[in-house]
């Protein structure tokens, strides 16, 4: 089970830090992902991922240098730390996990969480 938590409303240039906590059999050997949705309908929109063992992040072109994937091994907690928020960042944010694939398709994840709404708005 994955449960967000951390969304809220911010203003333009503001931070947030989303967390994912990773409940139930979970294996090391996954990596993780943020997604977002924009709007009802849209597909979801690849963020970051990491792998859990590892540590290795990517980042999609449109957030890389403002928002930072990381993860606590024993928390078992995922966070999405994100600075300089734009309103086109305004979505809700999904966190994931795979076995395996590619990092940035969604169709690799085989485990979501609900989501957690994001509004950056002055």
């Known amino acids: 089970q994955l449960v967000e938590s951390g969304g809220g409303l911010v203003r333009p240039g503001g931070s947030l830090r989303l967390s994912c906590v990773v409940s139930?059999?979970?294996?090391?050997?996954?990596?993780m992902g943020w997604f977002r949705r924009q709007a009802p309908g849209k597909e979801r929109e690849y963020v970051a991922?990491?792998?859990?063992?590892?540590?290795?992040?990517e980042y999609a072109d449109s957030v890389r240098g403002r928002f930072t994937i990381s993860r606590d091994n024993a928390k078992n907690t995922m966070y999405l730390q994100m600075n300089l928020l734009k309103p086109e960042d305004t979505a809700d944010y999904y966190c994931?996990?795979?076995?395996?694939?590619?990092?940035?398709?969604?169709?690799?994840?085989?485990?979501w969480g609900q989501g957690v709404q994001v509004t950056v708005s002055s």
């Open positions: 139930g059999r979970f294996d090391t050997t996954y990596f």
């Open positions: 991922a990491i792998d859990w063992s590892q540590g290795h992040t």
């Open positions: 994931a996990a795979a076995r395996a694939g590619t990092w940035s398709q969604s169709t690799a994840y085989d485990y």
